[in-house]
């Protein structure tokens, strides 16, 4: 469970972040999005105990994390934007530093780095990190935050820069976490895969929260479903685009209608021109059009 309450976070007189509550049950993703300068990664190293408020209040699983982040720690697994690995060491040698950090024998840590490293499809070749590719160093890192098998995590920007086939699997990755009743929160740019994996997601603008909820309550928020109707006419120019605005695109002609009365008055007129609908397909806002309809 994280329940933030009033969080505030000043910076020389710069408000980053302006009295946010939100709370989140906890065994699955929470997201956090915005323009860059909404506030989303102070906001993430609040959370992971990082950086203190300049007030109010953040608890995760009973931890006050304003008064006793270090408390956090032992359940914490932190990923920061930048992969920012000891790039003289191997993969195998950064974990087992990072796992006697945590006071982990050598033997379990061995095992651990196997099944991490087979999990997340990490080849190394014994190779020194500073020799390695951007995906893995970033699966290198996801690995060194689950060395100590951590139950809450929080990851800023975990596929970024990535090919899409390693950006893919680590959104798969993150999926399989949540299965094992973990706690995740992550920031991230490709909103698609936000929509896709994460069961809460809270909007973030100029440091306050303008929208909360899963998916399919931010769609009824920020708009009702709208209808395409596809359909062929063998002179389109017959059509009063008055009546019908189509459009045409390398789909096919197209009509766009925001209720039930307009798909059906639409519908009437295309077959009244002497038109055929052939499908109708509906849809809701997509994240990033959230994104683009809050402003900046």
């Not at 290198?140 to 893919?168: C, K, N, Q, W």
């Not at 209808?227 to 045409?248: E, K, Q």
């Amino acid at each position: 469970m994280i329940a933030a309450s009033s969080l505030t976070k000043r910076y020389d007189g710069f408000t980053a972040l302006d009295e946010v509550s939100f709370a989140f049950p906890g065994a699955g993703i929470f997201g956090i999005v915005g323009h860059n300068g909404a506030g989303k990664t102070t906001l993430l190293k609040i959370i992971a105990g990082l950086v203190a408020p300049t007030s109010g209040e953040l608890s995760v699983n009973g931890i006050d994390v304003v008064h006793d982040p270090v408390a956090l720690k032992e359940t914490l697994g932190y990923l920061p934007e930048e992969s920012r690995l000891y790039e003289t060491m191997t993969a195998e040698d950064y974990l087992a530093f990072f796992g006697e950090i945590y006071g982990i024998d050598k033997e379990e840590i061995t095992i651990r780095t196997r099944r991490l490293f087979t999990a997340l499809s990490l080849e190394t070749g014994g190779k020194k990190m500073g020799e390695f590719s951007k995906g893995m160093k970033r699966k290198t890192a996801i690995a060194r935050s689950l060395i100590h098998d951590p139950s809450f995590l929080v990851y800023d920007e975990p596929t970024s820069g990535l090919d899409p086939m390693t950006s893919r699997f680590i959104a798969g990755y993150l999926k399989k976490l949540k299965s094992e009743g973990r706690t995740i929160v992550l920031s991230a740019h490709n909103l698609y895969q936000v929509e896709a994996i994460c069961d809460r997601v809270m909007i973030l603008r100029r440091g306050k929260v303008v929208a909360l909820g899963t998916m399919d309550e931010l769609r009824e928020q920020f708009g009702s479903i709208t209808y395409t109707i596809w359909f062929a006419h063998p002179d389109p120019s017959r059509i009063d685009r008055n009546t019908v605005p189509y459009r045409l695109d390398d789909r096919g002609l197209a009509c766009d209608a925001g209720d039930m009365a307009g798909l059906n008055a639409c519908s009437a007129a295309i077959a009244a021109a002497g038109g055929r609908v052939e499908r109708i397909e509906s849809r809701y806002l997509s994240l990033e059009e959230m994104l683009v309809a809050i402003g900046e």
